[in-house]
């Protein structure tokens, strides 16, 4: 919130406790018969002039513009009010390729009755024109921006993918963020800037280098990125399997406990090795 909807976390309270609304929000999805799923997150949260709100950020994760998201986005909304009886802000992240496709509402008249339902957006690709600032940024999310930026980029070029992502990796250490919080972004560059495997060992190899030169302090840093990438893998190659069998993602996710997001990554390299 603080990254993406800055004015929204200035009026967040955030001295009382948030409460995630995950499995609430997958019963609307089923009782709104909507047949996919995103990467949705829903928050409850106390506003600093009193009283509760429901926030609903949604991540657009496809590649080509959907003609009906400003439908899905209002019947999600009204959905999450009339279930809560509160205010419902809907939020949505675009990651797609489309400099023109920016859906930030949903209108529709008839006979004089109307609706106009209008959300904020925020859209990955025109961050693009200011790499300088996501450079200097310590919001972690920078980092995440900068990642699915060069991921794009970078399609079908696994060379200068490694480069990027050994830049990013590099760049924590340099602005001095902790061993965790390294490993953990370090787990999201590797699972979106994905490499060949024979690039893989080769930026191991570079990244250890790099900390021994460094001479930083966490000697243990590499050992546990391959444990947290063992975890990762054996987790995505049942996910794999059950995308196979045709299970839904829903019940994936609670078995895996991978997020939506990298389920429909790994279900679009297996539909299309390429």
């Known amino acids: 919130m603080t990254f993406f909807f800055p004015a929204i976390e200035a009026d967040i309270d955030w001295s009382k406790p948030i409460r995630f609304l995950d499995k609430e929000l997958q019963k609307v999805v089923r009782d709104a018969e909507i047949p996919k799923r995103y990467a949705d997150k829903l928050v409850e949260v106390h506003r600093l002039s009193g009283g509760k709100a429901i926030v609903l ?5 496809q590649n080509d513009g959907e003609p009906d998201f400003g439908a899905r986005m209002y019947n999600y909304n009204y959905r999450l009010r009339d279930r809560y009886n509160c205010s419902v802000v809907s939020l949505a992240i675009l990651t797609d390729d489309s400099k023109k496709w920016r859906p930030n509402g949903f209108q529709d008249e008839l006979w004089g ?8 957006i925020v859209k990955l690709l025109d961050y693009q024109e200011n790499w300088a600032a996501l450079e200097a940024s310590r919001n972690p999310f920078a980092v995440v921006v900068m990642a699915q930026l060069k991921t794009k980029e970078t399609h079908n070029q696994p060379h200068k993918r490694k480069a990027w992502r050994y830049q990013l990796t590099t760049m924590l250490y340099d602005q001095g963020y902790g061993e965790q919080d390294i490993i953990e972004l370090h787990a999201f560059l590797d ?15 570079e990244l250890k280098a790099f900390e021994e030169a460094k001479r930083m302090k966490y000697v243990t840093t ?31 996710t609670i078995a895996t406990g991978l997020p939506t997001a990298q389920l429909q990554q790994l279900q679009t390299e297996m539909e299309d090795p390429t």
């Open 222 to 252: 590499i050992e546990r990125m391959a444990e947290e990438r063992g975890k990762l893998l054996e987790k995505q190659g049942i996910a794999l399997n059950l995308l196979r069998q045709k299970i839904s993602m829903d019940v994936i």
């Open 57 to 61: 950020c949604h991540v657009e994760v």
């Open 113 to 120: 009755c109307s609706t106009d339902f209008r959300f904020p």
């Open 191 to 205: 699972w979106m800037m994905r490499l060949p495997e024979e690039l893989e060992r080769q930026f191991q190899t």
